[in-house]
């Protein structure tokens, strides 16, 4: 009987993502290394595995969801007004600010809009200053997010979203930047808005013979550079990842 690996596939927008992976039972003879040294089964490992899942997870909520223009915002506290005394009580802040948001919406937007947002809520570590970053989309006049928030604080606008703009390294910043402390226990890296499309995943056992060091796309996609990834996962099974991309969007990228 031939064996086979679990083959994930991701479709986000013009863009497909693969994750090759091999589990306990599926290695076999075409030339593939089994399971590593124990040494690999490290609490620090799945960590680092997990937080990168969590990262691209977001990354991927963020192309799904909003698009050109879209706005990416710092929310900060007043130097002298009254400051949250810790990220809990900053999330109900932003909270009750989301549920003004949509308060505004009710009686300004169309029946039926969607108020789709994604926030997260940071304390610098030189500083000890708490602070949110959110990503919202544009159809809510600026003066209003401002007047919204201004019973806490002040709104900063950062460089809006655009066409190939890189989602990865500003969920990377949103979960992993060693510049903010650690969340409290039990708290959320982010928090998403109900209703917010949601990536898809189909997984197929492929047979073994089939994995290629360096695949090759299939018709109408080439491998994006630098995308291409061989290696062993956290629990020493090879594995291998890649994305690639619609030929008729190349040029556009």
């Not at 991927?60 to 706005?71: A, H, P, T, V």
């Not at 947002?117 to 209003?144: F, Q, S």
């Not at 995943?201 to 994995?211: F, G």
């Amino acid at each position: 009987m031939v064996r086979g690996y679990l083959m994930a596939v991701t479709d986000i927008n013009d863009e497909r993502h693969i994750v090759k992976t091999y589990s306990s039972g599926m290695i076999n003879n075409h030339g593939l290394k089994g399971r590593a040294k124990k040494s690999a089964e490290t609490a620090d490992k799945v960590k680092k595995h997990n937080q990168k899942v969590s990262i691209q997870n977001l990354c991927w909520l963020m192309q799904l969801n909003f698009e050109e223009g879209d706005y990416n915002l710092s929310l900060h506290y007043c130097a002298n007004g009254d400051r949250p005394l810790d990220e809990w009580q900053a999330q109900k802040n932003v909270a009750a600010f989301c549920k003004d948001l949509k308060k505004w919406c009710k009686q300004n937007m169309p029946d039926g809009y969607s108020l789709d947002y994604l926030y997260c809520t940071h304390t610098t570590t030189a500083r000890g200053a708490i602070h949110h970053h959110m990503i919202l989309r544009k159809d809510i006049p600026l003066h209003v997010i401002q007047q919204l928030w201004a019973k806490w604080g002040s709104v900063s606008v950062g460089r809006s979203l655009y066409r190939g703009y890189d989602y990865y390294t500003l969920a990377w910043y949103w979960i992993a930047d060693p510049k903010h402390e650690p969340h409290p226990k039990g708290m959320r890296s982010y928090i998403p808005s109900h209703g917010l499309k949601r990536p898809v995943t189909v997984r197929e056992i492929v047979p073994a013979k089939t994995w290629r060091i360096n695949p090759k796309a299939p018709k109408g996609w080439r491998i994006k550079e630098d995308t291409l990834y061989n290696g062993v996962d956290v629990y020493g099974y090879p594995y291998q990842s890649y994305t690639m991309i619609k030929i008729s969007d190349v040029k556009r990228i």
